[in-house]
């Protein structure tokens, strides 16, 4: 039959990434590659989850581990993700808490809350491109969050009625960003609530590598400060903090959850309700147990790898990267982002890594709505090795060397 | 901050339903309900989910498990899903199975491939209230599907143009339907897709509570005879079978899956890739042991159970009830349909019900997409015990039979 005439306006956009096309060659194993970002397997507690499984079906909720349970989650977690909270800065109750699949499915139900077709997302450039991902499927049009600048916040609204819609809210990965590895300084942040409080927009805060800090001073999170702005009371805030227990504990359980106020949190829960009823029951009271548990050792250890990952890989860089490349020197997360010097295009700088120099990494471009940041790529360092560091940050070196001198 | 400006038009739509808050009142343990569409949980193979959770991280796949996987779904589960169709008449590659957190999120996702705002869809009169609520989300509006008739097809059409939008698809339960319990006839299947064919739309068959037939005879799946209609290749069909391991194995680790023609499957993909990554890693292994292993033992068993409990409710509603009041005979699944005399209201039937008789049902009006089914319920039997049946539907059939004698 012909589908094209049955699909919805917005499947028509939808298409395989060709960068997931070429990273499948990854499946080859003699590459060295930096460009998933994923956890490393060796780190996940799983002892301790499989403990729990067992646990929670001989236990007194061992039937109810099975049966389907509430669209908001199961309160024991939430308490706990309560408790946590209160550690960072950000006093809630459990009806601020609302559990989904993974963080990711936070970003697609609140592109389904806010975004009608042409309406307008700010987002940084680069930013997380499943968050792209996420809100394309109700299409909208971008606009650029930072850097900071004295741009009109009615420049925002113009722009956004110019693209047939509205400003629906603002985009940003406070710590660690995916792809670049930075942090928004408080300073942003406050400037980003206050753009907002004019907008009159809500704030997605993606904190979903929020606990990996190695070094460098913590800093609020942006719902923290929104708080505080409202004399403590997080029901009169605009921030959605979207959190995450696939980069601490392990994300094949699909458990993540956002904290707002409670008026958006149940609309949350009737768009989750009609979507897919609700997360793993089973799963839910694991992860509560495992968090329980384990959750502050396992972010040490967890803290203790990636952080001399990361040093690895900033020493590897220092020492192998021609002139005229750049990269971030980030305090926590997975990534460090990559500037090539201007002309070079880390797409066609990828085939050729892969094909010569056995070296995979994710091209920057990806990671922008406008299609920009052709000369950026992301490195990985969460699952690499120090010898796949020193090997392969060396090759990839010697490679951008020498399309320098071909250049 | 003032929500409703930065809402989608789709997000002002959705509210609780009412019902649903008459219905929490079913917490009070002294009420009889047959209300939940849910199974009874005394019925899971806990032990067999238990060892598998343990043998899952105990084995190769142990670390797998707990990682992130890839969005179509565990290729094992999706071979044993191949072998399970071709036993009902659906030869398929695992090419177009296509797994998801339960059968909701296919409603859901075809919701996204298909709806723009003001397209139709066909649903039944009465349909699955949560067929409605995914579909809802995507701003539809409904045209009726059955009873078979010589409507000409291009009064659909017609009509959906004048609803500002297209027909987009045809949704059916076909069998042990939720709410009725009844099953589409071959002829009706038949009659489905030939409309389905002129109209050129894709059929979407929702087959939750396929596995659960009591007696009567076995009817080919929709897809099953769109298969027969393209010389067996299920790459030309329109039908999207939508199963569930919900009602069979366990509705808490969430898992379904939908079989079609592969360029779909493969739209389908895109979509959950942006929108959840991917079901839980883990369940889907144990979902795949455990199907594995006592897949056609749990279906034999809660088929007894299921099947004893339809008979109790079937003759305690022949004793029961008053004349003027109909009920389907459903030859499997969870639901017995019963239509009230002219006037009388299911959801006022309800507040009586729980008030003075504590006893409990669904009002039929929330399955019906242009609100009508006021004088109709839905009976659930799959949890009721021969005693709960046999004193709820005596002090039901009471309570009737006061209210058509005070009427």
């Given at each position: 039959?012909?589908?094209?005439k049955?699909?919805?306006?917005?499947?028509?956009?939808?298409?395989?990434?060709?960068?997931?096309?070429?990273?499948?060659?990854l499946?080859?194993?003699?590459?060295?590659?930096?460009?998933?970002?994923?956890?490393?397997?060796?780190?996940?507690?799983?002892?301790?989850?499989?403990?729990?499984?067992?646990?929670?079906?001989?236990?007194?909720q061992?039937d109810a581990?099975?049966?389907?349970?509430?669209?908001?989650?199961?309160?024991p977690?939430?308490?706990w993700?309560?408790?946590?909270?209160a550690?960072?800065?950000?006093?809630?109750?459990?009806?601020?808490?609302f559990?989904t699949?993974g963080?990711q499915?936070?970003?697609?139900?609140?592109?389904?809350?806010f975004?009608?077709p042409?309406?307008?997302?700010?987002?940084t450039?680069?930013?997380?491109?499943g968050a792209?991902g996420?809100?394309?499927?109700?299409?909208?049009t971008?606009?650029?969050?930072?850097?900071?600048?004295?741009?009109?916040?009615?420049?925002?609204?113009?722009?956004?009625?110019?693209?047939?819609?509205?400003?629906k809210?603002?985009?940003?990965?406070?710590?660690?960003?995916?792809?670049?590895?930075?942090?928004?300084?408080k300073?942003?942040?406050?400037?980003?609530?206050?753009l907002?409080?004019?907008?009159d927009?809500?704030?997605?805060e993606?904190?979903?590598y929020?606990?990996?800090r190695?070094?460098?001073?913590?800093?609020?999170?942006?719902?923290?400060?929104?708080?505080?702005?409202?004399?403590?009371?997080?029901?009169?805030?605009?921030?959605?903090?979207?959190?995450?227990?696939?980069?601490?504990?392990?994300?094949g359980?699909?458990?993540?959850?956002?904290?707002?106020?409670e008026?958006?949190?149940r609309?949350?829960v009737?768009?989750?309700?009609?979507?897919?009823?609700?997360?793993?029951?089973?799963?839910?009271?694991?992860?509560g147990k495992?968090?329980?548990?384990?959750f502050?050792?396992?972010?040490?250890?967890?803290?203790?790898?990636?952080?001399?990952?990361?040093?690895?890989?900033?020493?590897?860089?220092?020492k192998?990267m021609?002139?005229?490349?750049?990269?971030?020197?980030?305090?926590?997360?997975?990534?460090v982002?990559?500037t090539l010097p201007?002309?070079?295009?880390?797409?066609?700088?990828?085939?050729?890594?892969?094909?010569?120099?056995k070296?995979?990494f994710?091209?920057?471009?990806?990671?922008h709505?406008?299609?920009?940041?052709?000369?950026?790529?992301?490195?990985?360092?969460?699952?690499?090795?120090?010898?796949?560091?020193e090997?392969?940050?060396?090759?990839?070196g010697?490679?951008?060397?020498?399309?320098?001198?071909?250049?």
């Open positions: 039959m012909d589908w094209e049955v699909f919805a306006s917005r499947a028509m956009r939808m298409k395989a990434s060709e960068i997931r096309e070429l990273l499948k060659l499946e080859q194993p003699d590459i060295i590659s930096f460009a998933g970002g994923i956890p490393d397997v060796a780190l996940f507690p799983k002892e301790a989850v499989s403990k729990a499984y067992g646990e929670v079906l001989a236990g007194d061992g581990a099975l049966q389907y349970s509430v669209s908001e989650g199961y309160k977690l939430r308490d993700i309560v408790k946590e909270m550690k960072i800065g950000i006093p809630c109750n459990a009806t601020n808490v559990i699949s963080s499915q936070v970003l697609d139900y609140l592109g389904k809350l975004l009608s042409n309406d307008t997302a700010l987002v450039w680069p930013t997380y491109m792209l996420a809100f394309n499927a109700y299409e909208p971008y606009d650029k969050l930072l850097p900071m600048s004295n741009r009109p916040a009615s420049s925002y609204v113009d722009a956004a009625e110019k693209a047939g819609g509205r400003v809210f603002a985009y940003a990965v406070a710590e660690f960003h995916n792809p670049t590895g930075e942090t928004m300084t300073g942003e942040r406050e400037w980003l609530l206050d907002a409080e004019t907008l927009i809500p704030v997605v993606d904190a979903a929020q606990a990996l190695y070094d460098g001073e913590t800093v609020p999170p942006i719902l923290a400060l929104d708080i505080a702005r409202h004399g403590g009371d997080i029901n009169k805030t605009r921030t959605f903090y979207c959190g995450s227990f696939s980069k601490t504990l392990a994300p359980l699909r458990v993540g959850w956002v904290v707002a106020n008026e958006v949190v609309k949350l009737l768009i989750k309700q009609a979507a897919d009823l609700h997360s793993s029951t089973i799963n839910q009271m694991v992860i495992v968090a329980d548990g384990v502050a050792e396992q972010v040490e250890k967890i803290k203790r790898v990636y952080s001399h990952r990361r040093n690895q890989m900033l020493a590897a860089l220092q192998s021609p002139a005229g490349v750049e990269w971030t020197k980030p305090e926590g997360g997975m990534f982002w990559v201007k002309g070079m295009d880390g797409a066609a700088l990828l085939a050729k890594a892969i094909a010569e120099a070296v995979a994710v091209p920057g471009r990806a990671f709505a406008d299609g920009s940041g052709q000369n950026t790529l992301r490195l990985s360092f969460s699952c690499a090795s120090d010898e796949m560091i090997t392969g940050i060396s090759r990839l010697s490679l951008i060397r020498s399309e320098l001198a071909a250049a």
